[in-house]
């Protein structure tokens, strides 16, 4: 071990079920600013505690970029809720060569082991779940990123109703770059902002969209950047939250569209059908209009 110094924790653990050291690094792709799990130095790290994520490939992956970084014999602690991945949690680590000690406590399942001296199978995890392009979609994309392995039935119903836009805009949770892949085809904007939580669409949108007209945030869309003035947004909002729907989550992008645009300006937005979104943009917008409905999706436009 190269002389490990610090700790890592991924996500935000329960504090009631792991102690996390002070000095402990953020590394959730999900937390604007964390460091990069990519980043840490082989058997850099002297203990971690990973709050691991619900999908197989996108769990796996975390695990053996964890174990990659920790010294040998250094202490990991790893929890998922049962129904979330918790229930196969003790395999997969299993499977890297570790020795497991699994507990359960509030619904959660919870690993402790340490670094093995010799891991297995870390490669193969890391190249599965890692930034790569889908021939499939023809797109760069990453395990855990929103719609990373098939295409969005609700991006698709949105892409077939935008006309041409113009001027400046923005990509409110831009994901891969969809959306604003299908903007950029207008030679009318001259710039568009794109948005979003995940760390690891940011950097496939980045690739996607090779354009200079592009500009991207890491960041929650509904805080920032600072943006004003805006001539168009489009978004596909999020309504989930760790798994639990949370109407909150599009309403806040609704909101923070109507703070951004100039007056005049659109808003285009597509949602599942049975969310209850018409009544905030009628609050909060001069002219709203329905766009199309489908495949259980519904589109508006919105004039502000």
């Known amino acids: 071990m190269s002389g490990a110094a610090r700790s890592c924790v991924y996500g935000l653990p329960p504090a009631a079920l792991a102690e996390v050291p002070r000095d402990a690094v953020q590394v959730s792709p999900l937390i604007p600013g964390a460091e990069a799990l990519e980043a840490l130095a082989p058997e850099s790290l002297a203990g971690a505690v990973v709050a691991a994520p619900p999908g197989t490939v996108e769990r796996r992956y975390v695990l053996a970029r964890v174990l990659q970084a920790l010294g040998p ?5 790893a929890m998922a809720p049962k129904e ?11 499977t ?14 919870i690993c402790e082991t340490r670094r093995p001296e010799h891991a297995v199978g870390l490669d193969a ?6 930034l790569q392009r889908s021939a499939a979609l023809g797109l760069w994309t990453q395990a855990g990123a929103f719609s990373w392995d098939r295409p969005d039935p609700g991006a698709r119903q949105l892409l077939a109703a935008l006309p041409p836009l113009a001027g400046r805009g923005a990509d409110l949770g831009c994901g891969l770059g969809v959306l604003a892949r299908a903007v950029l085809a207008s030679e009318g904007v001259t710039r568009i902002e794109l948005i979003d939580l995940d760390r690891r669409a940011i950097e496939a949108a980045r690739r996607n969209v090779e354009d200079r007209r592009a500009v991207f945030h890491w960041a929650d869309a509904r805080i920032a950047p600072d943006l004003s003035g805006l001539d168009f947004v ?3 909002p999020p309504f989930h939250d760790r798994g639990q729907e949370d109407r909150d989550l599009g309403l ?16 285009w937005l597509v ?14 917008f001069a002219r709203v209009t329905p766009r199309g409905e489908g495949a259980g999706f519904k589109i508006y436009e919105a004039r502000r």
């Open 73 to 77: 014999g250094a202490p990991f602690t």
């Open 84 to 94: 979330k991945g918790g229930a196969r949690l003790r395999k997969e680590l299993e």
């Open 96 to 109: 890297f060569g570790c020795v497991v000690a699994e507990t359960g406590r509030r619904h959660q399942r």
């Open 125 to 130: 995890a890391v190249a599965a779940g890692a």
């Open 234 to 236: 489009v978004t596909n």
């Open 252 to 267: 806040g992008f609704i909101r923070r569209a109507q703070q951004v645009l100039k007056v005049g300006g659109t808003l």
């Open 271 to 284: 949602a599942n059908r049975h969310l209850p979104y018409e009544a905030a943009l009628n609050d909060l």
